[in-house]
């Protein structure tokens, strides 16, 4: 049992690393709380049930069109919505009530569109798992867990290693700084929408591919991508990534002597003892300002 649950905590905190670390590039640049990134990661789940059952497209060239898709609307919302409130030097208020706004807007136009009524996006006949030191994995949580990493190892080397990566964090660091040394501030922030709307669409395809999906989605994702984000210091990438992982674990082995329906409960529990104990983080101050 214990095995099982280490597991499946493993896998559940793939996907939280992923949305964690997209919401976290997205804050280190425009440092307000992007709630609206929940939809993006219910739109890209929604775009690849279009594409793979509606239009019969294969499940491969679904996943990456619903990715880039993820990346457009997100860089979308932000042309369209933020950029004009940057421009009026909108309070970090106004902001957050628009991104609620907009999280509100999509997911109930995704209803309109789609209905309320749970859709999924597994085809053919359901496979058994396979038996790894005493647990159950199947083919899909495979597929989740190897591209999850695979994506979290390319951002690390985009972040640490290329151009574009120098870029966002000087412009995280320091804006005004960054703009005087010739740094263009918005073209950054266009970058770190659509790597971070890319990373949300990416997770909500995965995870659809082994539970269901419904306009609802977004909001629970959001909820355990801040709280991983939290755990991990805000605007951390590294302890996003830690924070997600942390988070998918201590969820799945703390159901294991009580309710399953205890899981959310537990994720926030998790937080307020951070909060109170650890507020800057599992990495601690010195780590979150290197990064």
Known sequence: MFNQLLLNGIIA???YALIA???TVIYKTVRFFHFAHGVVYTAGAYCAYSLTISLGINSVISFFIASAFSALFGIAIDRLVYLPLRKSNAPALVFLIASFGI???????????????????????????????GAVITDIQILILVV????LGILWFIIEKTKMGKAIRAVADDPVGASVSGIYAERVILYAFGI??????????????????????????????????I???????????????????????????IQAGWKDTISFVILIVFLLLRPEGVLGKKNRERF
């Open 196 to 229: 971070g709307s890319a990373l949300a669409g990416v997770a909500g395809v995965l995870i659809s591919y082994e539970t269901n999906i419904e306009p609802t989605m977004g909001l629970n994702a959001i909820l355990k991508g801040i709280i991983a984000s």
């Open 148 to 151: 999850s990493c695979w994506l």
């Open 231 to 257: 755990i991990g210091g805000m605007g951390n990438i590294p302890g996003a990534v830690i924070g997600g992982f942390f988070l998918g674990i201590v969820e799945n082995l703390g159901i294991w002597k």
């Open 103 to 133: 999280f509100i807007f999509i997911q109930n136009l995704l209803q309109l569109i789609y209905g309320a009524q749970i859709l999924s996006l597994r085809t053919g006949a359901v496979k058994e798992g396979h038996a790894v030191l």
């Open 13 to 15: 905190g793939s996907i």
């Open 21 to 23: 670390l997209g919401f």
